[in-house]
């Protein structure tokens, strides 16, 4: 559903009386700090986005996305640290006045208004001098809904439109004041499965069409590389990685982001004059340019891990038809590994004998 | 011959049958009948007596002094009521709890005690009796006394009814609403009030009652001053000490056609909204 | 909106360590309604309370003490007490009784009998005390014929109790309304699935589910009715040692302009009521389930 973005894009963008067109800013946050109680839900996070800059904020649950979202929209507040949205320190700016567009988890529309309403709502709330007319709201309003693709649903109210409807509703309504800065908690969390991939290619393509700075925050790190220009990757309120998806994927800058992209398998190792060592049996030794000798952490994602008849340090526990290929778990040692099947074993049992191999993966220190 | 099965979980239907009679039956003993009597009684002699009791001067008096404590004081507690079930329900602050439980306080005091209050204060051996009396204001036994005792016993209304709804509803509403530009108040008439009114008009229709009915606290700030500091209750004790029956049970009918109205008007707005409104308990 | 900022931000920019004595919040308007509350609160009800708590002792500790045991107040304040936990222990099971009615069985008339239950909360508390006269009374409509198989409820503790039990019902039915609603039916369903009879079942799975519910009903009843005036002063013909309660004999000492004595009583039944509750809510945490 809902893969292309109609024609024209919002008129307002280009208008020329607002000053120069209002497309995305940048912004920087440094040493963000915020306590909940004893707890640290962000620790001295620096993070600087481009001008029209699509990125993502991911981690797992409790990782701080959500809080550094809200004090970003002026909905928290930080215990120290500095926020700078287009140049300017926003710290005394109440979110009233930061003029960012905020999606909801929930999207928190005003369940008394119709979806119009509801869109028309920013625009109705400006000062008499700067309120457009009538007319001009009405036709701002329409613009937006056709933008999202729900023009039918004008006169409806929340409660009776679908979840992806309403996701669209409460992005009609962030956009109608012309936000610098878009931001989203969750975009698609609510949603199911298939309504989400539909919506994720929409949105991105939406997100160049209005060349809005944009960030959104996601746990689904399928979500994340698909749409985001850059990714950060937090974890217990620090920003562990920040860079473009290939990148993250490519050179994990420590164990956790390792981890916690592509599923990757967790193996202990013992590195010794830039050779890493595996603990498990029959494993041959990997590279590890740059690791100091000691104790170390390989990841290895499925793909980089090959069962084959070849060989007996291994046991196929399941075997699972992928689409590319079969995806076994075999036992090695006291481990379980998620591993592909070699390309020339059709037919991997249950309980048998293979060889293991991992064929590449990224070596830390412990 | 069949077996007739019933659900696990059902009684046998004589016992259905005799549960529902018997609430019926003590309801209608308990709660209906003594309305009956009301009723009953004022219009013991006709029609004629019973309006003549209520269009006569003192009793007259009594209404409008009734119609006045209401319009002072349930202004009051619904404003109060307002602030603080937005203060409590959309901000963390330390002592929310305290607030709250400091707000409910008045429903656990005797009416009787929520007069003695004020004369404590201001009765002519109140704190500030001597004082007031100096300057010739007169706070109990007049007016003043009359709306405060009512405002006392009648302050949790409002806050009650409001709060847990607005502590249901939540706060993404009122943020998304200050994402969007919108300054307190508009926020509070354009997103607030909307999601609250009918709500809100239930607890006004319960502190309006309250206050047109109160009696033990208003009894002890009175002084019963016919025609002066008379509210309709006090009227009804009145006329029955005097043992005017007819009146005092046509005043009392008047209350209590007040009080089914309430009633009325509540279960239309719960009707409405598919809701039980709070009325004292939790 | 330049980008001149990311060359701007200097170390020197970072505020240092602002602790949070007070949450800034997004949305505006704390401190006025905030400010209002407090304004509310404190001349509406805690200033009026200090007085309540502060007067009794200008007649000192065993003024006070005096007052209180003084044997007519101490008759009416076991009569207030005794008559309220009776109301209440009585409006347990009838209570009881309406609330699954109305919850359980589906019957004509069941909206209208829903909505009686919150007459005595609506019905001003005189009007409700002359009613009860005119029922109770030795000629009134049931009156009568109690009085003739020897039965007085008017003008005697009876009556006290009857009008208590009138204003504490639906504080039990409306406690226990929702919690029958949320009651889940599988639980009653696996009962039976086990073999366990519908009694045994009402015994030990439902019971024990509104056990809380009850207590708070119970809690409820009891402080409305302890310090209720209205209703009472009508039917229980205030004889003093007999049937007089004890806010009577508070408005009978502020007849006399004994201010401190009245305040003692006062004070004393705020006091007693509160401790009563309190029990009642630390029994009921007894009570109820373990949950997270």
Redo the contacts between chains.
């Keep these: 559903m809902g893969d292309h973005v109609p024609g024209p894009a919002l008129g307002f963008t280009q208008q020329p009386e607002s000053g120069a067109p209002r497309r995305g800013v940048a912004v920087e946050v440094s040493g963000l700090t915020r306590q909940f109680g004893a707890a640290a839900a962000l620790c001295a996070v620096d993070l600087a986005v481009a001008p029209g800059e699509f990125v993502a904020l991911l981690g797992p649950s409790g990782s701080g996305k959500t809080t550094l979202l809200r004090i970003l929209a002026g909905l928290d507040f930080p215990d120290s640290g500095v926020v700078r949205i287009g140049g300017r320190d926003v710290a005394s700016v109440p979110a009233r006045q930061r003029g960012v567009g905020f999606v909801f988890q929930h999207y928190a529309l005003f369940r008394h208004m119709n979806v119009f309403d509801n869109v028309a709502f920013g625009l109705r709330m400006l000062p008499r001098a700067r309120r457009p007319s009538q007319a001009a709201i009405r036709e701002r309003v329409r613009r937006l809904l056709a933008l999202v693709q729900i023009p039918e649903l004008e006169r409806r109210y929340p409660g009776q439109i679908s979840g992806g409807q309403q996701q669209r509703v409460a992005l009609a309504r962030a956009l109608a004041i012309e936000p610098p800065l878009l931001l989203l908690d969750e975009p698609f969390g609510a949603l199911d499965a298939q309504v989400r991939k539909g919506l994720r290619r929409w949105l991105r393509a939406l997100h160049d069409q209005l060349g809005i700075t944009s960030l959104f925050v996601t746990h689904d790190q399928d979500e994340a590389m698909e749409m985001a220009d850059r990714i950060a990757v937090m974890r217990d309120g620090r920003v562990a990685q920040f860079d473009t998806p290939a990148a993250v994927l490519a050179r994990p800058a420590d164990p956790f982001v390792a981890g916690f992209l592509g599923d990757a398998n967790r193996l202990e190792c013992a590195v010794a004059g830039g050779m890493a060592r595996f603990a498990l049996p029959g494993l041959s030794p990997l590279p590890a340019p740059g690791v100091p000798d000691g104790p170390g952490l390989a990841f290895a994602r499925p793909v980089e891990v090959l069962a084959s008849p070849a060989g007996s340090n291994g046991r196929v526990v399941t075997v699972r038809p992928d689409a590319r290929g079969l995806r076994v778990v075999v036992a090695v040692g006291p481990a379980e590994l998620e591993a592909v099947a070699a390309s020339d074993w059709p037919a991997p049992q249950r309980g048998a004998a293979c060889g293991v191999q991992v064929v590449s993966a990224q070596v830390f220190a412990a | 011959m069949s077996v007739a099965i019933r659900p696990?979980?059902?009684?046998?239907p004589w016992v259905?049958r005799f549960?529902?009679g018997?609430?019926?039956l003590?309801?209608a003993l308990?709660?209906?009948?003594?309305?009956l009597?009301?009723f009953?009684?004022a219009l013991r002699r006709g029609l004629a007596p019973a309006l003549a009791a209520i269009v006569e001067p003192d009793a007259l008096a009594a209404v409008r002094l009734t119609l006045l404590v209401a319009a002072i004081a349930v202004p009051?507690n619904t404003?109060?009521g307002i602030?603080?079930a937005?203060?409590?329900s959309?901000?963390?602050?330390p002592g929310r709890r305290v607030?709250v439980t400091?707000?409910e306080?008045?429903?656990?005091?005797?009416?009787?005690?929520s007069g003695?209050?004020?004369?404590?204060?201001f009765?002519?051996?109140?704190?500030f009796g001597p004082w007031l009396e100096a300057r010739d204001v007169r706070i109990v036994f007049a007016l003043p006394g009359l709306v405060?005792a009512t405002?006392?016993v009648t302050?949790p209304f409002v806050a009650r009814t409001l709060l847990p709804l607005m502590q249901e509803q939540g706060?993404?509403?009122?943020?998304?609403?200050?994402?969007?530009?919108?300054?307190?108040?508009?926020?509070?008439r354009?997103?607030t009030l909307?999601?609250i009114k009918w709500a809100l008009l239930a607890g006004v229709l319960?502190c309006n009652?309250r206050a047109?009915?109160?009696?033990?606290a208003v009894?002890?700030v009175s002084g019963h001053i016919r025609g002066e500091t008379n509210t309709?209750?006090?009227h009804?004790?009145i006329l029955?000490n005097e043992y005017q029956f007819v009146g005092?049970?046509a005043v009392?009918a008047l209350?209590?056609l007040?009080?089914?109205v309430?009633?009325?008007a509540?279960?239309a707005l719960e009707w409405l909204t598919g809701r039980?409104q709070g009325?004292?308990?939790? | 909106m330049s980008t001149a900022g990311i060359a701007g931000l200097s170390p020197a920019a970072v505020p240092a360590g602002r602790r949070r004595a007070w949450p800034r919040s997004a949305l505006p308007g704390l401190r006025p309604t905030l400010g209002l509350t407090l304004l509310w609160l404190s001349l509406l009800v805690l200033l009026p309370l200090t007085g309540l708590l502060l007067r009794p002792w200008e007649i000192g500790l065993d003024g006070v003490w005096r007052v209180v045991t003084e044997p007519r107040a101490l008759a009416a304040l076991r009569l207030s007490f005794g008559a309220a936990i009776l109301a209440a222990l009585i409006d347990l099971p009838l209570g009881l009784l309406v609330a699954w009615a109305l919850v359980r069985y589906r019957f004509p008339g069941r909206r209208l009998l829903d909505a009686m239950v919150d007459l005595p909360f609506a019905l001003p508390t005189a009007v409700a005390g002359l009613a009860l006269v005119a029922l109770y009374a030795p000629n009134g409509w049931l009156g009568a014929p109690l009085s003739a198989i020897g039965v007085q409820v008017a003008y005697s503790r009876a009556g006290v109790v009857m009008a208590l039990i009138f204003v504490g019902l639906p504080f039990v039915v409306r406690t226990l309304e929702p919690v029958l609603l949320d009651l889940p039916g599988e639980a009653e369903e696996a009962a039976a699935t086990l073999g366990a009879t519908r009694l045994q079942t009402l015994r030990h799975v439902v019971l024990p589910a509104v056990a809380p519910a009850l207590l708070t009903g119970f809690s409820l009843a009891f402080a409305r009715a302890v310090g209720e005036y209205g209703s009472v002063i009508f039917i229980a013909g205030n004889t003093p040692m007999v049937s007089e309660i004890a806010p009577l004999v508070i408005v009978t000492r502020l007849e006399q302009y004994d201010y401190a004595g009245a305040a003692a009583i006062g004070l004393t039944m705020l006091a007693c009521s509160f401790l009563l509750l309190l029990l009642l809510n630390l029994f009921g945490r007894r009570l109820r389930p373990r949950t997270a």
């Design positions: 696990a979980v059902a009684e046998a259905r549960v529902i018997a609430a019926v003590s309801l308990l709660l209906l009948l003594p309305l009597a009301v009953t009684e009051v404003l109060g602030a603080a937005w203060a409590i959309k901000f963390d602050f607030l400091l707000i306080l008045p429903f656990s005091v005797s009416p009787v005690i003695l209050v004020w004369v404590l204060l009765g002519s051996q109140g704190w405060l405002l006392f302050f706060r993404a509403e009122e943020e998304a609403a200050a994402t969007l530009g919108a300054s307190g108040l508009q926020t509070f354009h997103v909307p999601n319960l009652a047109m009915g109160e009696f033990g009894a002890v309709m209750p006090l009804v004790e029955y005092a049970f009392a209350l209590a007040l009080a089914l309430t009633l009325l509540k279960g039980r009325v004292e308990t939790p």
